[in-house]
Each structure stands twice: as C-alpha cells, then as structure tokens.
C-alpha cells in the first residue's frame, strides 16, 4: 500500500481522534487516518504537536521529520519496537562478519555506479565508463570506486561548472532536501524490517545514528539528482519553496522495478530492507535492489 507523505508548513495544532491525525489551522480544520501516513514533514516552528498524537504516529511506523530554521530536514522520529522478533535480528546485525559486511557494501556501490551511469547516459546522451567502473569494485570497495565515479559523475551531470557540498550554492539545497528525505524513507524501512539503523554496514560515525540508513540509500541517491535535474529545467526559482518540496516528496511514490514486478520507491524500500535482514540472518546472499529505470 502507498502511503501518504504530509507536509505542514503552517503554524497549526497537530491532535489525535478516533485514530485519525487532526491538523487544525485559525482557517480550518482536516483529519487524515494514521495508517494512511508512511511520512510527516513537519517545517515550522510553530507547529504543536500532542505527545498521544506522536505516539500514534509512531506506532504506526510513520516517520516524523523535523526541519530547522533553513527549512531543510534535521531530525527523526522512527518506532523502536516495529517487529515481532526485534533481539533476534538486532543479535543477526551485530554479530554479522566483517565479510559480510564487506560483501555487501560490494553489492552497494556496484548498484550505485551502476544508476550513476544510467542516469548520465540518459541526460548526456552520450555512453560512459560506468559499467567498467562498477566492475572493478572490490569487496569492501577497498579500491575506492566509489569516489572514482563519484569525481567523473558531479562533473557531468550538470552543464555548469558544479561541487557537490553539504552546505553548497544550488542546487545543494534542492540535493540535500531530497536526499533527507530519501534518508528519512529508508531508515523506515529498515526499522520496519527489524534492523537497528545506528549500526551500518560501512558507515561508522559515532555521530550518526542513520548509519545504515546512509548505506542502503546510495544507490537510490540518482532518484534524486534525476527529479533535480528536471526541477532545473522547469523552474528558474533557486530557493526551496513550498512546491519544489512537494515535487520532491514526491520521488517516494516513483516507480522503480524488481524482475518480476514494479512498485512505488517507498514499497521498494521495504523488499530492499527485509531481503538485507534476510542476508544478517545467512538466509540470503545478496541485497535486493530494483532497477531506477526499465
């Protein structure tokens, strides 16, 4: 099922009844069922949310974000408690070898390169060294590929001269939205699936608590910088307004494709997630993720 992604960036009260979220405005008043919502972006500061209304929300697995005074996503609130036998696959996880974990960040970036390419091919027209790239990568990508393709990629993919940056000129903004939220829809996922996303399987930061989170989504980053691209093309606008937002809310609804079946991204997420706990519990050899483009 597709869930809804909700964005409020108006002063309101955010209140519970009768299991539906009731967000209430000076203006008006609207209810939306909880088991309806995967994502609530919440973008002001005078948003007042109920403690019964953000309990609800999480038991339900709805991930609430938070953004910060440059309207860009800064926190999350996730379920901690979101499957029947969350010890067993917490013990799976931590206990995994330093191969495994070296084996599928293998699988990680080889995705990635590989959508990197796709996607320059389908912008530039022109044919490229990717696939090369993505098979030289080694397990654990000891070699770096990820950074070789990475350098060959952000000096191609857009027509002016262009330095992917955290805290960047734009289109960073318009990135680092999307990718939050990317972030965000991942990190559910994986949470759904029984897996503790503080620990990854390449990311170690003692400061980051989305460190797994941060791995699975590479190789779905592309879907972003793709629906930047065409923002780019459509709107002069460099600043992240309200509409540009909801465009980019929108890449978790695109469809992306298994062999045998497509589905919406944030669906995706979820058969990505539940086939990575599968491999930390030796059932399964390799992660399962889709194809960006058919």
């Known amino acids: 099922m597709i869930k809804r ?58 991930a609430v974000i938070i953004c910060n005074n440059v309207h860009l996503p800064n926190g999350m609130f996730l379920n901690l408690n979101s499957h029947h036998i969350q010890q067993e696959l917490f013990k799976n996880q931590i206990e995994a070898s330093a191969p495994l974990k070296k084996q599928l960040w293998q699988q990680t970036i080889i995705e990635k390169i590989k959508n990197q390419g796709i996607l320059l091919k389908k912008t530039i027209k022109t044919s490229n060294k990717f696939e090369y790239l993505a098979s030289k990568v080694l397990s654990g990508d000891t070699s770096n590929m990820e950074g070789v393709a990475a350098n060959f990629y ?30 965000a829809a991942t990190a559910r996922a994986l949470s759904g699936s029984g897996l503790l996303n503080t620990l990854g399987i390449h990311h170690k930061s003692k400061y980051n608590a989305f460190a797994l989170a ?78 960006l483009w058919n």
């Open 5 to 62: 992604s909700i964005l409020i960036e108006n002063k309101c009260k955010v209140t519970t009844k009768n299991s539906q979220l009731v967000i209430k405005t000076d203006e008006r008043e609207a209810s939306i069922p909880i088991e309806d919502i995967g994502f609530l972006v919440i973008d002001n500061p005078e948003v007042y949310t109920s403690m019964t209304a953000f309990n609800l929300l999480v038991e339900n697995n709805v």
């Open 214 to 291: 941060d791995d699975i989504m590479e190789p779905f980053r592309p879907i972003v910088d793709e629906a930047v691209i065409e923002i780019m093309q459509h709107y002069d606008d460099e600043e992240l307004n309200t509409e540009i937002k909801s465009i980019l809310l929108q890449i978790l609804t695109r469809t992306v494709f298994f062999k045998e079946e497509k589905s919406p991204l944030m669906v995706a997420l979820q058969k990505t997630a539940s086939s990575l706990q599968q491999c930390y519990g030796g059932t399964r050899k390799k992660i399962k993720y889709p194809k």
């Open 154 to 183: 952000w000096k191609a993919i857009f027509d002016f001269e262009f330095k992917r940056e955290r805290n960047g000129n734009y289109p960073n903004n318009f990135l680092n939205y999307g990718y939050a939220i990317l972030r």
